[in-house]
């Protein structure tokens, strides 16, 4: 029982509770800090009071600073080798019995005696030689990993648990030691063969000693990354102490990077210090008043300009959800950096609320999301400015979402618009284009890039909300679809008409800046109902008698006007979407069935009328779409009545048709304008002539014909 109560309580009261469920997401993204009062741009002039230190503080070193500082332990650190001596040793073992070996094989060989002091010269200079480099020491090269520098110009050697730095130069690889010994070798040789004239170079080869040449020094990784790791920890976020009463900057001074680094030191500062004092309720405070004015300023645009957003669930939930998350994505980015801000894709926001509403929603809500954003990033005056220009651009360059080179050229008009954006900005402040960020210039093109993941999110949102993108709109508007497709065959003049009226629609929504393809599918879609009682209806009659003339006005009446409630019917047990049933519920609003009101009152003049039974049960239109989709629904319905198709005759049909429907109210729940409505009416009478090839009669000319 309670659990039905709570659900009707949030059925009855889901638009405030939505709004305040997403207040308090919002309000829980933004920092838990109080807000540094003065704005200041880097290059700028200061355009403050002067500013004295309120309390002693420390500077620190900027994101960008230690990175460098990582970036260069990282790059420069000596990683740890560990000295094996047993590798020399057991060398020497193995190449004493070479030398002894090889040496008598070549001595048998060569074809003049060889002196003995010769050998043991050789055998002494071979093994001083590869004692030396085994001393310096042989470097194995780890391979893939990344807690070792190539560029780090020395090595911690390793030697009975002591480590000693070693300039690298004077260690060397088994390519290196193995060519040097070469080069020793074959100095040591032109000695031998200028003073007694025997060439050894034949015994060194035999000898191959790239095989007695291997490394003695061993990469200890453990060591290597737990001490990286530790100089990494080290390191010191300050740089020096501002002391209380120090001034900070003068009225008029330029803030350069030392006072730059400063003031983000007492923002940073000042705002830690307020989260945790007794003004921290009031920072609360504050940040709750700016998102409940920011919540109502969404509220109140759609109740002025767009009332039935209101009683969508779906379109307001989407909505919100849309602001909140990536309100979200935004305050796990400043609070853990796993990239650069400038990486997330805001523009994406925008794209897929104009994909399923208007532009102006759009563009609204995503000025509102992006002034909320800027309380919880740093420089939020650069971040949004940046974010709202790419947004705009985006709204402006992308109009059939259909089409995916659209999307395309999107993505490149937005990344065209944060480089230009942002080189601008550097600019102005830094004065100096060697200082600008190629990082951000990344991120931004990134950023571009993440946008064509628009399309699969268009679609996951179309069938979670019940949305309608413009690919879909383009499948229900295909002739081929089995609704269609039945109404072509049991109601044909139906259908026809049906046609008409989708052309004629689509071009006066297009006009007025409306959704040419969902009136197109309103106006497929919008009499399916008369497949029930096609022979019922005027377009769908032959030449044999009416069925109207066996039935009373009432009955009559209610048989047209049940065509609505058939349509809507129909329209649910098919699974259309509830953006095309509304047209079929709105396309007569609470019109009359005048005909046959008219012809009951002339038979029953005294009769007491009821007129509800020849009135249609509404809603009205509530969106310029379904006004277009009513307007020319009854314009080309009377339009083949007329005996002459002249320009006069037209027109005045339409004004007819139009005025009435003024003066009944049915547009007063839509945002047509009488701008709108004279550019509706003129497009209708164009497009009527056109059709029923309708020439202007010149004077004294007379009628042209074709």
Known sequence: ????????????????????????????????????????????????????????????????????????????FPAYFVYNPRIWSEKQKLLSKKIA??????????????????????????????????????????????????????????????????????????????????????????????????????????????????????????????????????????EGMVMAGERIIFTGDIVNNRNFKILESLKKEYEERMGFSTGYLIVIVGQLIVVVFCLLLIYFYFRKYFPNLLYSPNAIIFILFIVVSFAFITHLIVRYRPVGLYMVPYAIMPILLKTFFEARIALFVYLIAMLLTGFIVPNSFEFTFLNVTAGIVAIMSLSNVYRRNKMFLTSAWVIFAYFSVYIGISLYQEGNLLKLSVDNLFYFAGNGLLIMSTLPMIYIFEKIFGFLSDATLLELSDTNQPLLRMLAEKAPGTFQHSLQVANLAEEAAYKIGGNPLLVRAGALYHDIGKMENPAYFIENLSDQSNPHEKLTFEESARI?????????????????????????????????????????????????????????????????????????????????????????????????????LMRDRQFDDTNLTLKDIDILRNTFKRRLMNIYHTRIEYPGVGARTT
């Not at 308090?24 to 993204?29: G, K, N, P, Q, W």
């Not at 704005?39 to 230190?53: F, M, N, R, S, T």
């Open 1 to 76: 029982m309670k659990k039905n109560k709570l659900i009707k309580f949030v059925e009855q009261h889901w638009l405030p509770i939505t709004f305040i469920l997403s207040g308090i997401l919002l309000l829980s993204f933004f920092p838990r800090a109080g807000k540094f009062k003065y704005e200041y741009q880097k290059g700028k002039p200061w355009l403050h009071e002067v500013l004295i230190a309120p309390f002693d503080f420390p500077v620190h070193k900027t994101y960008e600073d230690l990175t460098r500082e990582k970036d260069s332990i990282i790059r420069n």
């Open 101 to 238: 070996a090889a040496w008598d094989e070549f001595v048998s060989g060569y074809p003049s005696p060889i002196p003995a002091d010769i050998r043991e010269k050789t055998e002494r200079k071979l093994f001083d030689l590869l004692e030396m480099i085994y001393r310096h020491g042989i470097l194995e090269i780890p391979e893939d990993n990344s807690a070792f520098s190539k560029e780090s110009p020395t090595l911690n050697i390793v030697k009975d648990n002591v480590a000693q730095e070693t300039d690298r130069s004077t260690i060397f690889t088994p390519k290196q030691a193995y060519e040097y010994v070469q080069r020793q070798l074959e100095s040591y040789n032109d000695e031998i063969v200028f003073s007694s004239g025997i060439n050894l170079m034949p015994f060194f080869q035999s000898l191959q000693l790239n095989q007695y040449i291997v490394p003695n020094l061993f990469y200890d990784a453990a060591t290597t990354e737990k001490a990286r790791q530790n100089a990494l920890d080290n390191i010191s976020l300050t």
């Open 560 to 660: 047209i006007i049940a065509h609505v409630s058939k349509g809507v019917e129909l329209a649910l047990k098919y699974h259309l979407p509830e953006a095309i049933i509304h047209f079929i519920r709105t396309h007569h609003g609470t019109t009359m069935a005048h005909y046959f009101y008219h012809a009951y009152i002339r038979l029953h003049p005294d009769a007491e009328i009821n007129p509800e039974k020849f009135t249609y049960p509404g809603p009205k239109p509530f969106s310029r779409e379904m006004a277009v989709i009513m307007m020319a629904d009854s314009i080309e319905a009377a339009s083949r009545s007329l005996k002459k198709y002249t320009e006069k005759d037209i027109h005045t049909l339409v004004d007819s048709i139009v005025d009435n």
